[in-house]
């Protein structure tokens, strides 16, 4: 008999996966279980031992076929599908961009058509304090919208860049492929999610650039709205990295920021996993 544990961590999403044996993942009763739970939670915390890029592209396709990622700098090399994302601070100015990038509210691939539906991160190395990756609940965000916001918004869409002035900081350059890859793209504000039908909003301050059909003003005017909506800590949950963990959220239906408030030169490293999605509708 398993014993594996799904644990809420009783805050505004998330849980926490106890006692799986990861290599039993692939399991089809198991990887049914995860990713119920996953659609459930939003946001799932799995500690363990770290993993080798192979083994952690086989643990991440229990939820869903991973694709590879846009930036070609970061591919591990030998396991397209796993990204390295290298997010300590450097004295001398060469942090990643991708890694001040995500101190903001975002989703991941937004900038895509199809984006990923999910994200797992894998720490290899965290520094000895800080560095926490912030989910906010965007499920949560849009029912407790006053009634009155939801019909304003209902049937709104949006363009998503690769950059917008929006942002607070500018994204990683790209070659000339991955521009050619990464057109505007128009998303609904309020998404359905494919397997419970319900409502989020579907925001992301990096790449949200404006509402269609809306003058620039009006349109940051509404964005700033939701957005100021979003920072409420009631929607928030912190995840807390030890070496090791597996954390895989829902593109979907959640936000993440990471807090940029580790000591200067500490390691932080983690291996990246995109899942597939589907059309945002
Ligand atoms: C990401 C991301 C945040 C972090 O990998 O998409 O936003 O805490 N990471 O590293
Ligand atoms: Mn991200």
């Known amino acids: 008999m ?3 544990r799904i644990v809420p961590t009783n805050a505004a999403l998330g849980a926490r996966i106890e006692g799986l044996d990861r290599t039993q993942i692939a399991r089809p009763e198991i990887a049914a279980m995860l990713h119920k739970a996953l659609g459930d939670h ?4 799995i500690p363990g031992e770290p ?25 591990s090399g030998e396991v397209p599908e796993v990204s390295v994302m290298v997010s300590t601070l ?3 100015g060469t942090t990643d961009k ?5 101190e903001d509210w975002h989703t991941d691939d937004s900038y895509f058509q199809t984006p990923a539906k999910a994200t797992l991160l894998h720490s290899i ?6 560095g926490d990756t912030w989910f906010c609940n965007m499920r949560a965000a849009y029912e407790a919208l006053p009634e009155a916001t939801k019909r304003r918004i209902d049937g709104l869409r949006a363009i998503h860049a690769y950059d917008t002035s929006r942002a ?3 994204p990683s350059a790209r070659t000339a492929q991955e521009i050619a890859e990464t057109p505007d793209v128009e998303h609904p504000l309020v998404r359905t999610h494919p397997d419970n039908g319900r409502k989020a909003l579907y925001l992301n301050f990096n790449r949200l650039d404006r509402i269609v059909g809306m003058e620039r003003a009006e349109s940051d005017a509404l964005l700033d709205e939701l957005a100021a909506h979003c920072r409420k800590p009631e929607f928030h949950y912190a995840h807390k990295w030890a070496v090791g963990d ?10 993440h920021r990471v807090d940029v408030d580790y000591p200067m030169g500490e390691k932080r490293v983690m291996q990246r996993v995109l899942i597939e999605g589907d059309r945002p509708f």
């Open 2 to 4: 398993s014993t594996l």
């Open 42 to 45: 939003l946001l799932l915390e």
């Open 51 to 75: 993993m080798t890029p192979q083994q952690t592209r086989d643990f991440a396709a229990a939820f869903g076929a991973p694709r590879i990622q846009l930036l070609r700098y970061k591919h």
């Open 90 to 92: 450097m004295a001398d």
């Open 98 to 102: 991708t890694a001040l990038r995500a």
């Open 125 to 130: 190395d965290i520094p000895s304090r800080g």
């Open 168 to 170: 607070r900081n500018r």
């Open 246 to 255: 597996a954390v895989i959220w829902d593109n979907r239906a959640t936000m």
